[in-house]
Nanobody
Framework: QVQLLESGGGLVQPGGSLRLSCAAS????????MGWYRQAPGKQREFVAV???????NYADSVKGRFTISRDNTENTVYLQMNSLKPEDTAVYYC??????????????WGQGTQVTVSS
């Protein structure tokens, strides 16, 4: 089994910054893509950012230039640095990881979610 543990959410004023972390642990052989989605109240879950094994990244248009995704492959951890936060960034943020486990089975796992609230 594989677990994703997120941290770093909280309350921040508009224009502020937060850094989310998501650490994967368990029966991991390798991790392929890692990334973040978010879900605001009353809305569908939406893509935020992804980082591929080789380090290539992709972002939603709404966060380009403000958010930066990175990963530490030695720690099986993905980060999301969020700057210039806006009230519309308020959501529960979920990390995901495309994992090949020690049985060589490939599955996408999700974290439990961390709340980010941007408000004055």
């Amino acid at each position: 089994q594989v677990q994703l543990l997120e941290s770093g959410g909280g309350l921040v004023q508009p224009g502020g910054s937060l850094r989310l972390s998501c650490a994967a642990s368990g029966s991991i052989f390798s991790i392929n893509d890692m990334g973040w989605y978010r879900q605001a109240p009353g809305k569908q879950r939406e893509f935020v950012a992804v980082i591929l094994t080789g380090g290539s990244t992709n972002y939603a248009d709404s966060v380009k230039g403000r958010f930066t995704i990175s990963r530490d492959n030695t720690e099986n951890t993905v980060y999301l640095q969020m700057n210039s936060l806006k009230p519309e960034d308020t959501a529960v943020y979920y990390c995901h990881a495309d994992v090949t486990n020690t049985a060589r089975s490939r599955t996408t796992y999700w974290g439990q979610g961390t709340q980010v609230t941007v408000s004055s």
